[in-house]
């Protein structure tokens, strides 16, 4: 970045520049007042840089912010994404522990067949051996529905439990995709509108660098690619540089003021402005 000033330029120059100024149409307009820039064309300068930097301030917010907004549909996204995969695998289970009653079912099933052919056995056997075999079987047997009834009554309980956490879980993953859905098209909104209101500020920031002078706008546009915040004319704040907070020297700040040249911050190169450019910028005159 530039350390030591812009010297101001020629009156020549500077006629040219209005001259130049002049030609151009409409909006920016107001800020070419011929008869300050026949005695303080630096005024002007600073004036004209200060309005592109704040035309251009305006559309990096816009950007900024806009940048932000898709991130949040994507978070949106990501929660639905992931309660479906939840809900997915908890039916999954349910569906499972459903097929394990089936078959407890089924044994018990098998088991009250195996128990009547047992009896029927025990009617037509020929010795008490026999018969207290057949007896043993028949009692495992009814162990073994004992046992099934026990498991299906814990399943149907597990089934009750896990019933319970699909609803839960079917609530939120309608709630939260009923969210994403307004929330795109709130987005969507957004973006479209604020792509408009973009457009006309950049238009507006177009118009007003070509206000400025090649040799001031190529600076401006070398330290604005430079600069984090894509700040290049910054106000002088309680004594400070608007761009990187450093003290100013009251006697900087006094030529500041005075407009005879353009004056950059000793420490970031930020083109200097005082309370007056900002006004005339923003002050709604
Ligand atoms: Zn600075």
């Not at 700040?231 to 907070?245: A, K, Q, T």
């Amino acid at each position: 970045m530039a350390k030591s000033d812009v010297k101001a330029p020629a009156k020549k120059r500077a006629k040219a520049a209005s001259k130049k100024a002049e030609e151009k149409n409409g909006s920016v307009k107001k800020a070419v007042n011929p008869a300050a820039k026949a005695d303080g064309s630096v005024a002007e300068k600073l004036v004209d840089l200060y309005r592109l930097q704040h035309l251009d301030t305006q559309v990096d917010k816009i950007r900024t912010h806009r940048g932000e907004l898709p991130l949040e549909v994507e978070d949106l996204e990501d929660e639905v994404a992931g309660l479906e995969t939840r809900l997915n695998k908890l039916e999954a289970d349910l569906a499972e522990v459903e097929t394990q009653v089936s078959e407890k079912q089924n044994l018990i099933k098998d088991a009250k067949a195996q128990i009547k052919k047992y009896e029927g056995q025990q009617a037509k056997v020929r010795n008490n051996r026999e018969y207290d075999s057949l007896t043993k079987e028949i009692e495992f047997q009814n162990l073994e529905i004992q046992l099934a009834e026990k498991r299906i009554k814990e399943a149907k309980a597990q089934i009750e439990a896990k019933k319970a956490v699909v609803e839960e879980s079917k609530t939120k993953h309608e709630e939260r995709s009923k969210d994403l859905k307004l929330k795109k098209k709130e987005l969507d909104a957004i973006i479209a509108e604020t792509e408009k209101e973009e457009k006309d500020l950049q238009k507006k920031s177009d118009a007003a660098a070509k206000l400025i002078e090649e040799r001031l706008l190529s600076a401006y546009n070398r330290i604005r690619s430079n600069a984090r915040n894509g700040l290049v004319v910054v106000p002088v704040e309680r004594g400070s540089c608007g761009g990187c907070f450093n003290a100013i020297p009251p006697q900087r700040q006094l030529d500041i003021s005075s407009h005879k040249k353009v004056i950059v911050c000793e420490h970031c190169g930020r083109i200097l402005v005082d309370e007056y450019v900002v006004d005339r910028v923003v002050g709604g005159n």
